[in-house]
Structure formats: structure tokens, C-alpha cells
């Protein structure tokens, strides 16, 4: 049944990452109504889960990333900069994330209020602008838009995109930035706690990360 849980919340996972509405705090709400053991279903597994959308992103854009990397040079400063951030507050607030962020009531309270952003950015955003005209200023304000995904209930693609709206950028160049800058802080975060499960002595059972990692691949590629 673990595996058949993990394969679910794989699906949750990729179904909801690249959607403006909050994988973590989906998965949450989803451990917590099956009362899912935190020691087979908790952090270190959701983050886990990461890599798997993670690796989604990389197989949709690679192309992209490729132009990033060996054509579009003045972009890349600007994902970059919109990366540090989240790191930087990862960091800060790290044991806050682990334990009192992801209590049912703030992740119920970040969803209600964050969908009153999204629908301003959607609103007030003008829409008329391309990534070239971006600035790093811009790189930044999306980045620190993206930290608050940090929050559980408050989405990282909902959050970057919202900023882009705001911004100017139209949807789909919104959406195309969010999910560029989305690659390099999954990377970090899934790696992070996969590697501490691989290299610890605790009693996770590697094939059910393994069943929710190929999972959340599959429905997270679907989904983009």
C-alpha cells in the first residue's frame, strides 16, 4: 500500500508544481487526510519528490536551457540572480519549513490569501512585454517573489508567475521564466534531502522514493 501511496503523491506532485496552486501544500493535505506515517511520507519524501519534476523541467526545456547557457547570455544573470533568494531564506528559515510552516492551517491560509494575488496579477498585469526587455531588478522581485513559495500553500510557479504578470510579461513568457527559474532551487532542495535519505541511517524505504520520483516525472512533464 506505501507504494501505491507513493505513486499517488508522485501524481500530486507533478500534477500540481507547474500549476499555480501549491505542490507542498497539496501533498500536505494529502499525508494528512490518509494520517500517512511522517516518517515514510514526510519532508525529506516530498522534497524527494522534487527531482522527479525537477527532471520533468529539464527533458520539456532543454532546449532552453541549452540557448541559456550558450546563446542567451543576458538572461542568465538574471536567473541567477532570481535563484539567490530562495536560497538565501531556504536557509534562514529552514527549521521553520520543517516543522511549523507545515501545519494544515498555514497551508489552508496561504492558499486562500495567494489566490487573491494571482487573480491581481492576472487583473492589473499589462501583458506587452518579452523576456529580453527583463531587467535583473525584475530577475530579483520575481526571485524574491519565488522565496515565498518557501511558504506551504503559497505555489512557486503561482508566485513567479504573478510577479512576471505584474511585471508586464505576458503569460506565456511569464510562465516560460517561471519554470526556467524553477530548475536550479528544485535541484537544490530535491538533491539535498534525497542525499540525506540515501546517505543516513534511518529506516526510508528507497523504493518508495523511487516510485514517487518516476511518478511525479511522468505527470510533471504531462502537466507542462
Do not use: C
Not at 507545515?102 to 486562500?112: G, N, Y
Request: glycine share 10%.
Amino acid at each position: 500500500m506505501d507504494l501505491v501511496f507513493a505513486l499517488l503523491l508522485g501524481a500530486v506532485q507533478g500534477l500540481t508544481e507547474f500549476l499555480p496552486i501549491s505542490s507542498t501544500g497539496h501533498l500536505i493535505i494529502f499525508e494528512k487526510l490518509f494520517n500517512l506515517p511522517v516518517d515514510k511520507f514526510g519532508l525529506a519524501f516530498d522534497a524527494s519528490l522534487h527531482l522527479g519534476t525537477l527532471l520533468a523541467v529539464i527533458l520539456f526545456f532543454y532546449r532552453d536551457y541549452l540557448d541559456l547557457v550558450l546563446n542567451n547570455r543576458k538572461l542568465l544573470p538574471k536567473i541567477i540572480i532570481g535563484t539567490l533568494p530562495a536560497i538565501v531564506f531556504g536557509l534562514l528559515l529552514e527549521s521553520k519549513i520543517e516543522g511549523s510552516f507545515r501545519s494544515i492551517q498555514v497551508v489552508s491560509l496561504a492558499m486562500i490569501l495567494f489566490s487573491i494575488v494571482i487573480y491581481f496579477a492576472e487583473k492589473i498585469g499589462k501583458k506587452n512585454k518579452n523576456q529580453g526587455k527583463l531587467t535583473n531588478r525584475d530577475g530579483l522581485l520575481i526571485g524574491l517573489a519565488q522565496s515565498l513559495a518557501l511558504v506551504p500553500g503559497i505555489s512557486r510557479s503561482g508566485s513567479t508567475i504573478s510577479a512576471g504578470l505584474f511585471l508586464g510579461l505576458t503569460r506565456e513568457e511569464s510562465a516560460r521564466f517561471a519554470f526556467l527559474l524553477s530548475g536550479p532551487i528544485i535541484a537544490g532542495a530535491g538533491l539535498k534531502k534525497f542525499s540525506e535519505v540515501i546517505f543516513s541511517n534511518s529506516s526510508y524505504d528507497l523504493n518508495i522514493f523511487t516510485v514517487g520520483i518516476i511518478s511525479s516525472a511522468l505527470f510533471g512533464y504531462l502537466t507542462i
